[in-house]
């Protein structure tokens, strides 16, 4: 079955509720989030989902050169940052769309679907 990756955006710049105006709308939004992921895990689309710490907390790592560059912060410099994933199986693209849909209900962020390469897509684009 296809894989993809539900990525969920939020601000650089969280403030002491992450992305939320307050606590009771943080602490709302991590319960819809347990029971989407909940249904996601009984209905056999989950294979992983989890958050991540804010970007000022990455350190971003470039190995081509003769030495190794580590530098604080994240790669990119924008306004949003990924804050949490969900990797599930679906049996298409518009299933994968409506699971983000829900997803992006639930946790109150926006959600950029990608599948996963595969074995098929890589011979699709070699042969072109």
Same mark, same amino acid.
């Given at each position: 079955m296809?894989?993809?990756?539900l990525?969920v955006? *939020?601000?650089? +710049?969280? =403030?002491?509720?992450?992305?939320y %105006?307050?606590? &009771? ?14 249904r996601?895990q ?11 710490e ?8 470039? *190995?081509?050169? +003769?030495? =190794?560059?580590?530098?604080?912060? %994240?790669?990119? &410099? ?6 949490g994933?969900w990797?599930?199986?679906?049996a298409?693209?518009d299933?994968?769309l409506?699971?983000a ?8 962020g ?8 595969? +074995? ?9």
């Amino acid at each position: 079955m296809p894989r993809y990756l539900l990525s969920v955006y *939020g601000p650089a +710049e969280p =403030t002491e509720f992450g992305a939320y %105006p307050s606590q &009771e709308a943080m602490l709302q939004a991590f319960a819809d989030t347990r029971a989407f992921n909940e249904r996601l895990q009984r209905d056999g689309h989950l294979v992983f989902a989890d958050g991540l710490e804010p970007a000022t907390t990455a350190t971003t790592v470039d *190995g081509q050169g +003769e030495k =190794t560059a580590l530098t604080d912060g %994240p790669y990119l &410099e924008t306004k949003e940052h990924l804050g949490g994933f969900w990797v599930i199986e679906a049996a298409d693209l518009d299933v994968a769309l409506a699971l983000a849909a829900e997803g992006s209900k639930a946790c109150r962020g926006t959600v950029e679907v990608r599948p996963f390469r595969t +074995e098929e897509s890589v011979r699709a684009l070699l042969a072109s």
